[in-house]
């Protein structure tokens, strides 16, 4: 006689509220991404930033983030979730008022690595822990599209939220926005999160994890040098650096008995799938992210504050299209529902390869339609990945999600920037008796252009904003052509190979294998 299963236990009240509490560090860290996007000036100013320290105050928090996700990540699976989630939490609190009243460009330079840490033991810890709470996979799958509702809304609120709260307050403001959130994660974690672990891990290697780190922040830095600055050599080698180091790494794990990152999760075709398609749409949400903000305010001629507000229509439909994703994705295939918004994110892309001049509406109108139609592949390829891996190897995965997503990014801003900037260079005419300096800058960068035209004649000026205007545009719409075929591309992909990619269970013939579960304490 057939055994009869067991149902699948359901959440309850408290799981749901541990959800709400998981889901503010996540907006909170994205949203600490960009939100000093707007405060870079004043603080510059009372700090004495130079034009290096600028940059790695804006960038050592990403560079962070992505470089100790996958250690972080591995972690959490030894020492347990909440644990690592509840330090992190109480640290990211600390350093952030620290980071409010620095008194120099250095003090915050470091301040701002330390979050990027603290914050890389925060993502794979909630993601992780919702998969061991959600044990029911319709109720995962919602739970995973309002931690990624959560992380979306904070992408695209960091620069709106940025300027509201500089409209009434210093710069520091920015940061103590960080304290209360995380130390309503450090009062109510002990309460309502349960400790989970890996019952069978061995020790950190911390080898691996020097290697990790070794890899990842020379080729995250590389790809944003490249986008910055183009091809040289410094970059170029930062990335064949971080690759190198990759290989080693790759090696070392195949040898150990308990390596920190178990290769054998890349042997389920759901979870490269999940990995795959997470990682392009990254690569066209970054270019296409860069390109419409730069657009906004170099063509169009809006204000970074006017700018961060024109995307709040985008980042609206980006919410709505995630929650909506999940709930199509428990009535068809999600297979369907990933090819369908790729199409409609396609003919988004193809609708900027028409926009000109200042013309906001039909930029932001095509913006809508790609968040809105890449909106969920955030959570099904999140709850693909974390069905396809064991419970106790939850938080592995959760960073693998994570940094995935980081290299998309990172590879999107620097790939299609650099393709827009060729582009640019290529078209752009400046005028005839422009100093050198003034003249290579202003063929760098349409942001080079807009200082050149400055220190010319009004002739002069109005023909060089002009061309370059014009040049930036069809830069802009080349990469959302580019865009629109990886659309497409992925769309068929899905089609044809991915079919049976699943959103919220295990891969198929795959067992879960169940996890240390330990009663909050």
Request: charged content about 10%; proline content about 5%.
């Amino acid at each position: 006689m057939a055994a009869v299963e067991e149902p699948t236990p359901r959440a309850g009240r408290r799981e749901w509220m541990a959800l709400a509490v998981l889901s503010l560090p996540t907006m909170l860290l994205m949203l600490d991404i960009n939100v000093l996007m707007l405060a870079l000036p004043q603080l510059s100013e009372d700090l004495g930033a130079s034009s290096t320290q600028q940059l790695w105050i804006t960038d050592i928090y990403g560079f962070a983030i992505a470089g100790f996700l996958v250690t972080m990540g591995t972690l959490g699976d030894r020492i347990g979730r909440r644990r690592l989630l509840l330090g992190g939490a109480a640290v990211f609190a600390a350093v952030s008022a620290v980071a409010a009243f620095s008194d120099s460009a250095a003090m915050l330079v470091v301040s701002r690595a330390v979050l990027g840490v603290a914050g890389a033991t925060v993502m794979p810890s909630t993601l992780a822990l919702i998969s061991n709470m959600f044990t029911d996979p319709k109720e995962r799958g919602t739970a995973i599209a309002v931690w990624a509702s959560a992380m979306m809304a904070g992408v695209a609120l960091g620069p709106a939220v940025g300027g509201l709260v500089l409209a009434a307050f210093w710069w520091g403001s920015v940061f103590l926005i960080a304290v209360p959130v995380m130390l309503l994660v450090v009062v109510t974690g002990p309460v309502l999160l349960t400790e989970s672990r890996d019952p069978d891990a061995g020790r950190l290697d911390l080898l691996s994890a020097v290697l990790s780190l070794a890899t990842v922040l020379p080729v995250i830095y590389g790809l944003k040098e490249l986008a910055r600055n183009g091809w040289e050599p410094l970059a170029v080698g930062a990335v064949v650096l971080g690759t190198v180091f990759g290989v080693v790494f790759v090696l070392r794990q195949r040898r150990l008995a308990d390596p920190m990152l178990d290769l054998g999760l890349f042997a389920n075709r759901t979870l490269r799938a999940g990995l795959t398609v997470s990682l392009v749409n990254a690569v066209i949400m970054g270019g296409t992210g860069l390109m419409v903000a730069l657009y906004l305010q170099t063509v169009a001629g809006h204000s970074p504050l006017a700018a961060g507000l024109w995307l709040l229509i985008p980042a609206c439909a980006l919410v709505v299209g995630v929650l909506l994703s999940n709930l199509l994705a428990q009535r068809m295939p999600p297979s369907r529902v990933l090819l369908g918004g790729l199409l409609i994110a396609a003919v988004g892309q193809l609708l900027i390869t028409q926009v000109e001049g200042d013309d906001t509406a039909l930029l932001i109108t095509a913006t809508t339609l790609i968040y809105f139609g890449a909106s969920p592949v955030g959570p099904i390829t999140t709850g693909a990945i974390l069905g396809a891996a064991p419970a106790e190897k939850a938080g592995a995965a959760s960073s693998l999600s994570s940094t995935g997503g980081e290299f998309g990014v990172a590879l999107g801003i620097a790939g299609l920037g650099s393709l827009s900037t060729a582009v640019y260079s290529a078209r752009v005419d400046v005028p005839a008796g422009s100093a050198a300096g003034e003249a290579d800058a202003a063929r760098e960068s349409i942001t080079g252009a807009l200082h050149t035209a400055g220190q010319l004649g009004p002739d002069s000026a109005g023909a060089l904003l002009e061309s370059a205007r014009a040049a930036f545009t069809t830069g802009v719409q080349s990469v959302a052509a580019v865009c629109a075929v990886f659309s497409v591309a992925l769309a068929v992909l899905i089609g044809t190979r991915l079919r049976d990619i699943s959103a919220m269970d295990h891969g198929p013939g795959e067992e879960q294998v169940e996890s240390d579960v330990q009663p909050a304490s």
